[in-house]
Antibody
Framework: QVQLVQSGAEVKKPGASVKVSCKAS????????ITWVRQAPGQGLEWMGW????????GYSQKFQGRVTMTTDTSTTTAYMELRSLRSDDTAVYYC?????????????WGQGTLVTVSS | DVVMTQSPLSLSVTLGQPASISCRSS???????????LNWFQQRPGQSPRRLIY???KRDSGVPDRFSGSGSGTDFTLKIISVEAEDVGIYYC?????????FGPGTKVDIK
């Protein structure tokens, strides 16, 4: 069965970086992409970006451009999302979601989420 | 960016009664291939979101048939024909046609 297992909760200081991992199993990793979505406490879902596991192409929200890097390691079927220069309003649960590897977006299977807390 | 709006933002429903959520996009969601990439997600309290509907009206495996999606262009609807207790949560629409992808603000459904 399709599973996306994310790394554990993180506490970071303002200005630091965080790298969240997302280990995929149960499907052909390179035939799909990964979308990253975050959810601040009590708030809605926010699309951050996407990476193709097929060729590494990425698409980022302008809001995070320059601060976020999404990568993928096909040898370990793991996707990563690194967010730099963290601020208190980056405190959120970060989700990885399986998606198409190109074209349009139809995200289906979600990871369990990773809580990132940014606090001095 | 394509703005997704939902109404109502909150819905209190009697068990067994129907519920309807509207989702509107600021631009047509028809893609160059002729498809329309509008998804619906359910997020139960304390859980990760779960996709219910993709491509406007295609129900995911395991989703009860009391859920249905409809619409076209810029106007879409999620309907629950008979609300059950397990349907409590927040429902989000999301467009997957245009960059960047965008979510609606969510509609909170609870039981009256």
């Amino acid at each position: 069965q399709v599973q996306l297992v994310q790394s554990g909760a993180e506490v970071k200081k303002p200005g630091a970086s965080v790298k969240v991992s997302c280990k995929a199993s149960g499907y052909t990793f390179s035939s799909y992409g990964i979308t990253w979505v975050r959810q601040a406490p009590g708030q809605g879902l926010e699309w951050m970006g996407w990476i193709s596991n097929n060729n590494g192409n990425t698409g980022y929200s302008q809001k995070f451009q320059g601060r976020v890097t999404m990568t993928t390691d096909t040898s370990t079927t793991t996707a990563y999302m690194e967010l730099r220069s963290l601020r208190s309003d980056d405190t959120a649960v970060y989700y990885c979601v399986r998606d198409r590897y190109t074209g349009v977006s139809t995200p289906d299977y979600w990871g369990q989420g990773t809580l990132v807390t940014v606090s001095s | 960016d394509v703005v997704m709006t939902q109404s109502p933002l909150s819905l209190s429903v009697t068990l067994g009664q129907p519920a309807s959520i509207s989702c509107r996009s600021s631009q047509s969601l028809v893609y160059s291939d002729g498809g329309t990439y509008l998804n619906w997600f359910q997020q139960r309290p304390g859980q990760s979101p779960r996709r219910l509907i993709y491509g406007v009206s295609k129900r995911d495996s395991g989703v009860p048939d009391r859920f249905s999606g409809s619409g076209s262009g810029t106007d879409f609807t999620l309907k629950i024909i008979s609300v059950e207790a397990e349907d409590v949560g927040i429902y989000y629409c999301m467009q997957g046609t245009h960059w960047p992808r965008t979510f609606g603000p969510g509609t909170k459904v609870d039981i009256k």
